[in-house]
């Protein structure tokens, strides 16, 4: 069931739930009503027999009975028939003495002690609402009205609430599908453009905003999604033809030194050297690929962060380096950094820099200073050019000064790539006397993400 049909249904419900209950509360009221005033016409027309069985002032006594069953009352004395009640009085033995003639007989009730009783009763199958009222000598006036045209007024009531109800909830049913669809157009138009990406692959094409809402909200992410999506696609794309474009020239070395060694001519100590190439290279393109690697599958976010101290990874970096490199390889700044961070990765963007300062500074101290929020490395080697000091970082480059030095183009990337995941920046300057100084810096406190 979609949902534009379940919003449909629950609007249609709730209005229902809501006429029922509305319906339900206004015929209690008109039956509450209804049987109020049967109750008072009761009351009244009992109050008549009961004012007409007192002595009446300035004539002769009469016997009780007798001044009901007088065939000479005149009108306006006290009758028994009537269209709208029955009315039966009964003597204190319980014996009906006076009945209207032709009308019903009422269940017999002698022993009222209140001032009236009000019941109903069924008298011939057929329901009735009756009082019972003491009068004078012990007697008792019963006064009845059938309830037949009350029920069915209360029926026609039922009726026409219940086809109301219905009638209601139908409107609100197709309300309810008219609103639920205008409401989930932009969900389905949201669905409908997630759809055509995952068939298409093209990130492109955004949705159109709605306003400020949740749903609007909810294009805007999915547009932002989709131009990260693009965005990222787009630097795949882009590593993979730089990554290619790298690839070709230590493979083409790889080929031509393989031939070579192919050639039985070929003296002894020219394969040798020939041999020395084959591993400089091969160790080389081993690099070039653990990098292309770490750069396109994102590696890093593997690593949790946790609390960690950037002194101590660049003295680990520093005592690496110094064994691997048999180079100084000196450590400055703070004995304490505590960040939130991931070491290994952190580590990594040191041993990268260490690195690239070797490669620039092949015979001098390499200098690592540490602050409270980052690392700078620091040479004496050429330096980078002005025009190029914003591009180091990038993917494959390559400056003037460094292209013929050995190296894949994609350490000082990585640095990057760490800083940035760790909620910080990188910074290059050229060092005073000759030498750069390239560096990253991290954030405190753990990232938003």
């Not at 995952?198 to 932002?224: I, Y």
């Not at 031939?259 to 190439?277: C, S, T």
């Not at 003295?315 to 690496?320: E, H, K, L, P």
């Not at 490199?325 to 820099?353: F, Y």
């Amino acid at each position: 069931m979609s949902f534009r049909t379940q919003l449909a249904l629950l609007v249609a419900l709730l209005v229902a739930v809501a006429a029922g209950v509305a319906g339900v509360t206004a015929r209690v009221s008109a039956e509450r009503e209804l049987v109020q005033e049967i109750d008072g016409f009761l009351i009244d027309r009992s109050g008549v027999f009961t004012e007409a069985a007192l002595p009446r002032p300035g004539r002769a006594p009469r016997p009780f009975v007798d001044r009901f069953a007088d065939p000479r009352r005149r009108p306006g004395d006290t009758d028994l028939a009537g269209d709208d009640s029955v009315v039966q009085i009964v003597a204190p033995s319980g014996e009906v003495v006076i009945s209207q003639e032709g009308g019903a007989s009422l269940p017999v009730r002698a022993d009222v002690d209140a001032p009236y009783a009000l019941e109903d009763v069924s008298v011939d199958g057929r329901p009735f609402r009756m009082i019972s009222r003491p009068m004078a000598n012990g007697f008792t006036v019963q006064v009845a009205r059938d309830l037949a045209e009350t029920n069915r007024a209360l029926d026609g009531l039922d009726r026409r609430l219940v086809a109301g109800v219905v009638l209601v909830s139908a409107v609100a049913a197709a309300l309810g599908w008219l609103l639920a669809r205008r409401l989930t157009r932009p969900i389905v138009e949201l669905t409908a453009a997630a759809e055509q990406v995952a068939v298409t692959k093209q990130f492109d094409q955004p949705v159109a905003s709605r306003g400020t809402g949740e749903v609007g909200r909810l294009a805007d992410s999915f547009n932002t999604m989709l131009a990260e999506l693009g965005t990222s696609r787009a630097q795949q794309q882009r590593l993979i033809e730089d990554a290619g474009h790298e690839l070709r020239t230590p493979l083409t070395s790889l080929r031509t030194n393989v031939e070579l060694l192919q050639n039985p001519a070929l003296r002894d100590e020219d394969r040798a050297h020939v041999l020395a190439r084959l591993r400089s290279e091969s160790s080389e393109l081993s690099t070039l690929i653990d990098e292309v690697v770490d750069l396109g599958t994102d590696s890093r976010t593997s690593e949790p962060f946790v609390a960690c101290d950037l002194a101590e990874i660049a003295d680990s970096v520093a005592q690496r380096s110094r064994r691997r490199h048999d180079r100084i390889v000196e450590l400055e700044g703070v004995d304490s950094a505590p960040v939130h961070g991931q070491p290994q990765m952190l580590g990594r963007a040191m041993t990268n820099l260490v690195d690239n300062a070797l490669k620039f500074d092949p015979e001098g101290a390499i200098t690592m200073r540490v602050s409270a929020d980052g690392v700078e490395v620091l040479d004496r080697g050429p330096g980078v050019p002005a025009a190029e000091i914003d591009l180091i970082f990038d993917r494959f480059h390559r400056a003037a000064t460094s292209r013929a030095v050995s190296g894949s183009g994609l350490g000082l990337s990585i640095v990057q790539q760490v800083a940035q995941a760790h909620g910080g920046s990188v910074q290059a300057a050229n060092r005073p006397g000759g030498g750069a100084i390239i560096g990253f810096r991290v954030a405190t406190t753990p990232p938003a993400s």
